[in-house]
């Protein structure tokens, strides 16, 4: 898995200067955050054309309900940081092309750079930013090499510097990649029931989402296209939004149709939400206003009933929620069967006793719950990382029913390759102690 160093170094520097843990800081920083979101967003509204104050209340009732932003907000994700620095890489944008000049690409760059850091997804903003400089009319043929060059090389910096640093750390540069398991016809399926969770009416039809979701990737092309052969129209702060919206809407069904990610979610996808939003809502304002007089009241009208049906289904999906968090808590390791879990308890009673080197296929739940590093279970198609843990004489694999990855080997290929000496059987899991190196002296008898 590639490491991204930008959201863990954030945490890190937070808790060094207030001297709490990031799970204490979480509330705080979160709502921090959200609030930022919230004032890029409406700087970005305000340098919109036809933007009025009434469009940008409508926008930010429907964030302030949003499912999908509860959701990323909701955990310590670093789409928390990547979606602020997403909004601020559309206002710098529209800072650099009031003069094109070096300072204000640099750190166009340099957020960029950031992005990359905290998400692999911030070579989305490295293609839309080269894109959006590649197309400026107004930049001449030698100064726009000249910048396309520098952005590049600095928007690429930081993430040459952390692969170079995963390669000294675990001898890949990127981690292991597997062949996609969905196809784009099944991701583009699953990005439409996501935006049944995001729009009205569609509701749970995957399909009809799917058919929407072409129509505005359609439509926002044509729309940059003509921008591109109308410079007059190019250098507006929408430009930059849709071309987010778009170029990340290519990035992830590209990546998840060829590489193995999980089923594409709210949370996945939602670095194309804010764009999306206000690519809809720049679609509505133009709508409106070129809508004759004596219709525009009925247009308004229709956009209205279109909102309020909207907002009915945020309502509908956060009580949903709301009901299986009250009961379970939030989705995650702090869910009952996590945080009540016997075989977690039995581990806390007992960590001196245990010295073998832990595999798990839940680590990470395994160091939030207790506290102790584990490594992960090694992948079924990589030799290297299954020599490594057989190269122990003594293991020990914590197996969390709730946390089976199917992607990792299991107990049957572990015995394969090691002697089980004892088991402890728990309700959510059991945990093995096997031995290696039983195995190898029976080989050389």
């Given at each position: 898995?590639?490491?991204?160093?930008?959201?863990?170094?954030?945490?890190?520097?937070?808790?060094?200067?207030?001297?709490?843990?990031?799970?204490?800081?979480?509330?705080?920083?979160n709502a921090?955050?959200?609030?930022?979101?919230?004032?890029?967003?409406?700087?970005?509204?305000?340098?919109?054309?036809?933007?009025?104050?009434?469009?940008?209340?409508?926008?930010?009732?429907?964030?302030?309900?949003?499912?999908?932003?509860?959701?990323v907000y909701g955990m310590l994700w670093s789409e928390t940081l990547f979606l602020v620095m997403l909004l601020a890489f559309i206002l710098q944008w529209k800072r650099y092309v009031q003069a094109h000049d070096y300072r204000h690409l640099f750190v166009l760059a340099v957020i960029v750079g950031l992005a990359f850091l905290t998400r692999i997804a911030g070579i989305s903003l490295l293609a839309t930013g080269f894109a959006l400089i590649l197309f400026d009319g107004q930049i001449?043929?030698?100064?726009?090499?000249?910048?396309?060059?520098?952005?590049?090389?600095?928007?690429?910096?930081?993430?040459?510097?952390?692969?170079?640093?995963?390669h000294l750390v675990t001898g890949t540069a990127a981690g292991v990649r597997e062949k996609a398991l969905r196809s784009l016809g099944q991701n583009l399926i699953d990005s439409g029931w996501v935006l049944g969770t995001w729009l009205p009416f569609i509701g749970e039809n995957g399909f009809a989402g799917a058919m929407l979701f072409l129509a505005l990737l359609i439509i926002v092309v044509g729309l940059l296209l003509f921008r591109?052969?109308?410079?007059?129209?190019?250098?507006?702060?929408?430009?930059?939004?849709?071309?987010?919206?778009?170029?990340?809407?290519?990035?992830?069904?590209?990546?998840?149709?060829?590489?193995?990610?999980?089923?594409?979610?709210?949370?996945?996808?939602?670095?194309?939400?804010?764009?999306?939003l206000i690519?809809?809502?720049?679609?509505?304002?133009?709508?409106?206003?070129?809508?004759?007089r004596i219709f525009q009241y009925g247009a308004i009208g229709a956009a209205i009933v279109?909102?309020?049906?909207?907002?009915?289904?945020?309502?509908?999906?956060?009580?949903?929620?709301?009901?299986?968090?009250?009961?379970?808590?939030?989705?995650?390791?702090?869910?009952?069967?996590?945080?009540?879990?016997p075989m977690v308890a039995y581990i806390n009673q007992?960590?001196?006793?245990?010295?073998?080197?832990?595999?798990?296929?839940?680590?990470?739940?395994l160091y939030h719950l207790t506290g102790m590093h584990s490594l992960p279970l090694p992948h079924k198609e990589i030799v290297k990382e299954q020599a490594e843990m057989f190269s122990h004489k003594d293991l020990m694999v914590v197996w969390f029913y709730d946390g089976v990855n199917d992607d990792l080997i299991d107990i049957p290929f572990i015995e394969q390759h090691a002697t089980l000496v004892l088991k402890k059987e728990f309700e959510d899991g059991i945990i093995y102690y096997f031995k290696t190196?039983?195995?190898k002296a029976t080989a050389n008898q």
């Open positions: 898995m590639y490491k991204r160093q930008g959201y863990p170094i954030f945490l890190a520097g937070l808790s060094l200067i207030s001297g709490l843990t990031p799970i204490a800081l979480a509330p705080v920083l921090g955050l959200y609030v930022v979101l919230f004032l890029l967003t409406s700087q970005i509204l305000y340098g919109m054309e036809g933007m009025t104050r009434v469009y940008r209340a409508a926008v930010f009732l429907v964030l302030a309900c949003s499912p999908c932003l509860w959701e001449n043929g030698p100064k726009k090499i000249k910048q396309l060059t520098l952005f590049s090389l600095i928007g690429i910096l930081p993430l040459a510097i952390n692969l170079y640093r995963n591109v052969f109308q410079q007059q129209y190019y250098h507006g702060t929408s430009t930059a939004v849709m071309a987010c919206f778009l170029v990340y809407a290519i990035f992830i069904l590209g990546i998840s149709s060829v590489s193995r990610f999980e089923t594409l979610s709210s949370r996945l996808l939602s670095p194309m939400y804010l764009p999306l690519t809809i809502l720049y679609f509505v304002v133009a709508l409106i206003s070129k809508t004759k279109v909102l309020g049906f909207g907002l009915k289904n945020q309502y509908q999906i956060n009580a949903a929620n709301w009901e299986g968090i009250k009961d379970a808590g939030i989705p995650g390791y702090s869910e009952l069967q996590w945080t009540e879990s007992h960590k001196d006793s245990l010295n073998a080197p832990i595999y798990a296929d839940a680590p990470g739940g190196d039983i195995n």
